[in-house]
């Protein structure tokens, strides 16, 4: 848990309540942890696996907001507010998380300051998250969007991506539909940015990758 942003400055007592509050579960894929609108029961930390959380539009189409790994937290801001989950949750493979129930965790929040100072910290940077997404949406074509996609994906290190969720979900991710990502995956590769094979993206040219990803619309 001390990996958690938001538990990373806890004590070890503090890890101790935390423990005692948290409950290890398993969940297959495809199970749906909770609904967008449905009372918020509490929130999660993924031990192992991966974990989409999404909305739905009224016609039934899917757009992915964010993909939690492991370490990451979720729904932690639904448990204050109006009590309410904002999105969808449901795992991409068999995943462990721990739960955190609402009201045993804000009573420990009451009890122990130094872990909702901890959490306000991580629900500030997921805003800072949801700005960035507003801001490519808004502002950035779909190749700069995709550009900077498989920048954040592959880290400041590595050059092979091989993509967790299937075509049509990161098209959904990006704000656009499959053919147009099947078409800047194309262009990308013609323009010896990137070599595409299947799920297994190679990053071949990161200097122009990075400029394509810094650009805005016209």
Same mark, same amino acid.
């Given at each position: 848990?001390?990996?958690?942003?938001?538990?990373?400055?806890?004590? @070890?007592?503090?890890?101790?309540?935390?423990?005692?509050?948290?409950?290890?579960?398993?969940?297959?894929?495809? @199970?749906?942890?909770?609904?967008?609108?449905?009372?918020?029961?509490?929130?999660?930390?993924?031990?192992?696996?991966?974990?989409?959380?999404?909305?739905?539009?009224?016609?039934?189409?899917?757009?992915?907001?964010?993909?939690?790994?492991?370490?990451?937290?979720?729904?932690?801001?639904?448990?204050?507010?109006?009590?309410?989950?904002?999105?969808?949750?449901?795992?991409?493979?068999?995943?462990?998380?721990?739960?955190?129930?609402?009201?045993?965790?804000?009573?420990?929040?009451?009890?122990?300051?130094?872990?909702?100072?901890?959490?306000?910290?991580?629900?500030?940077?997921?805003?800072?998250?949801?700005?960035?997404?507003?801001?490519?949406?808004?502002?950035?074509?779909?190749?700069?969007?995709?550009?900077?996609?498989?920048?954040?994906?592959?880290?400041?290190?590595?050059?092979?991506?091989?993509?967790?969720?299937?075509?049509?979900?990161?098209?959904?991710?990006?704000?656009?539909?499959? @053919?147009?990502?099947?078409?800047?995956?194309?262009?990308?590769?013609?323009?010896?940015?990137?070599?595409?094979?299947?799920?297994?993206?190679?990053?071949?040219?990161?200097?122009?990758?990075?400029?394509?990803?810094?650009?805005?619309?016209?």
């Amino acid at each position: 848990m001390k990996k958690c942003p938001i538990f990373a400055g806890v004590t @070890e007592e503090d890890l101790s309540y935390l423990q005692q509050v948290g409950k290890v579960r398993q969940h297959a894929k495809g @199970e749906v942890l909770f609904a967008d609108g449905e009372p918020a029961l509490g929130f999660y930390v993924l031990l192992s696996g991966k974990v989409k959380i999404y909305k739905l539009s009224p016609e039934g189409k899917e757009r992915i907001l964010h993909i939690i790994h492991p370490g990451g937290t979720f729904a932690e801001a639904a448990i204050f507010g109006n009590g309410l989950y904002p999105a969808y949750a449901e795992p991409l493979q068999a995943s462990q998380v721990i739960f955190f129930p609402k009201k045993e965790f804000l009573t420990l929040l009451h009890e122990h300051s130094r872990i909702a100072i901890n959490m306000i910290a991580g629900l500030s940077r997921f805003l800072r998250q949801f700005t960035t997404q507003i801001e490519e949406l808004t502002f950035k074509d779909v190749p700069a969007r995709l550009a900077r996609y498989l920048l954040e994906v592959a880290g400041d290190e590595d050059s092979r991506i091989e993509l967790e969720i299937s075509k049509t979900q990161l098209a959904s991710n990006l704000g656009t539909v499959s @053919e147009t990502l099947s078409r800047t995956l194309r262009k990308l590769s013609d323009d010896e940015l990137i070599a595409v094979n299947g799920k297994v993206i190679d990053i071949l040219d990161r200097d122009r990758l990075e400029d394509l990803a810094q650009t805005y619309k016209e």
